[in-house]
């Protein structure tokens, strides 16, 4: 994305640009982050990337591509190639701001899906954030969390013990707190691996979580039943 100005009228423009068969296509970037998002696959509305669907040969002097080319040359999914395969020239703040932004959900994501094996407690972030920088850990913004997620681990298992488990949880909740538990637990999850009403009113429920989420949910349970929810957990290493 390359920022312009219409000097006429002072407007700023970031841009994605596509130069395929001889011409040129930019169209006109509202939010980058999104931009970066939809290039990786992610499901974002056309609307919430772009300030229009307007294809231009240049944006900057208002000056609009040429149907027949668009036809010919990008064919029906026009704007969706232009964002998965243009250029996106950004701006050094810009860079920055999404470098620093990925770096910092990596992070998050090993903490919160990972234990240090000696004391199955997640590790603290300052710890993670130092292993990355004796590391020498980067991180692009054009990086894929997913895949650089990956690389990172590999980087400071030489630094850090770590480790990335499953963890099911069996929860049997007695029923004077089921209901509050239930819609607790709710907000939190995505879906229970097996729900149960017992007869006696309690409720059975099987969820997995990650070993860095663990401590969390072991909080919450205990919390909401005044420590008499039955607790069993199986572990499963993934990485």
Known sequence: M???????????????????????FEIVISDVDNA???????????KDILQSETIFESASKGIKASDDKIK?????????????????????????????????????????????PKTGNPHPRQRIELAMEQAKVRIDYSDNIDKK???????????IPISFEKVKLTLTIPSKYSGSTYSALRNRMNKFS??????????????????????????????????????????????
Do not use: P
């Open 149 to 159: 997620l990956e690389s990172v681990i590999k980087s400071i298992r030489t630094i």
């Open 2 to 24: 390359q920022n312009r100005t219409y000097d006429k009228e002072k407007v700023s423009f970031t841009l994605a640009r596509l130069k395929k068969g001889g011409e040129n």
């Open 194 to 239: 097996k729900e149960e009403w017992l007869s006696n009113g309690d409720l059975k429920i099987e969820i997995e979580v990650t070993g860095g989420q663990k401590t969390d949910i072991y909080t919450l349970i205990n919390k909401l039943t005044n420590g008499e929810a039955i607790i069993e957990e199986w572990k499963r290493k993934w990485m």
């Open 72 to 116: 010919l040359i990008l064919k029906d999914n026009a704007i969706d190639n232009i964002l998965k395969n243009g250029e996106l020239h950004l701006t050094a703040d810009q860079r920055q701001k999404l470098s620093t932004d990925k770096r910092n959900k990596i992070i998050e994501k090993i903490q919160r899906e990972s234990v240090d």
């Open 36 to 46: 970066i998002k939809y290039r990786e696959g992610k499901n974002i509305d056309l």
